[in-house]
């Protein structure tokens, strides 16, 4: 009697990173004043202490894009996006406050780049590009997982002269990439989680400045009454509902 046929082998994808993208559509003239705002608030400065690291405002005294006038159309669109994310991921309606900590500019000339971060301080990070043409030349946000699962091996997703055919498309690295490559631009919105670890890559661009805003967002409860339960165990309480303690 003949051996059964065997199925083909099937993979699933589990416990997937999101990663958000929309492409907005700003009015050119908008998006103009945006990028002389961003270099007019970076000054003279060419980049952050570190050699070869773009200027960031989060360290340079500029993180509050979010108050100033000409960047609430921008302000508006990405606290849309982030409630859009959130309901994706399966946040009930009213369950959670969000709020903008911070944002800033980044500014990287030729050359320059982003190291390896994350932010703990925040749940949820956003990146909108002011320029940019899709190519990658002046520099990609890098995004990297957290552990290689599927590896099987430790270090093999990494190394160098290991025995994983780790390719250029998608489907060549759907399973262990090293890492993910989001190309800037113009008017691109990029969400993730903000413990994700990421980079930019370097502007390899030599006649254009690669110009970006990053958000940090934050979870907590909602506001809450007298008569409403507490907020969930893991959910910080609104910030309205702290109280400051002095120091001594």
């Not at 669109?77 to 911070?102: D, M, N, P, T």
């Not at 982003?114 to 890098?142: E, K, M």
């Amino acid at each position: 009697m003949p051996p059964a046929s065997a199925s083909t082998l099937a993979l699933t994808p589990l416990f997937p990173l999101a990663l958000a993208q929309v492409q907005l559509r700003p009015d050119p003239w908008d998006t103009a004043v945006l990028m002389q705002e961003v270099l007019a608030l970076r000054g003279a400065a060419t980049g952050n202490p570190e050699p070869g690291c773009a200027w960031t405002g989060d360290i340079n005294g500029v993180w509050q894009l979010h108050r100033l006038e000409p960047f609430q159309w921008l302000r508006r669109q990405v606290e849309r996006q982030a409630w859009a994310y959130l309901e994706q991921l399966g946040f009930c309606q009213g369950s959670v406050a969000l709020h903008i900590q911070r944002s800033w500019p980044v500014v990287s000339e030729a050359g320059q780049v982003v190291g390896r971060h994350h932010h703990p301080n925040a749940h949820l990070s956003a990146v909108y590009y002011l320029n940019g043409d899709g190519s990658g030349r002046s520099g990609c946000l890098r995004l990297f997982p957290r552990h290689q699962v599927n590896e099987l091996v430790p270090g093999l997703a990494v190394g160098h002269g290991g025995p994983l055919e780790l390719g250029q498309n998608e489907e060549e690295q759907r399973w262990n990439a090293p890492w993910w490559d989001v190309a800037p631009r113009a008017g691109l919105l990029v969400l993730f989680p903000a413990s994700t670890d990421h980079a930019v890559t370097a502007n390899d661009d030599d006649d254009e400045l690669r110009l970006s805003v990053a958000f940090d967002l934050a979870l907590s409860a909602p506001p809450a009454g007298p008569q409403d339960p507490a907020p969930a165990e893991y959910l910080a309480p609104h910030p309205s509902q702290w109280s400051g303690v002095e120091a001594p």
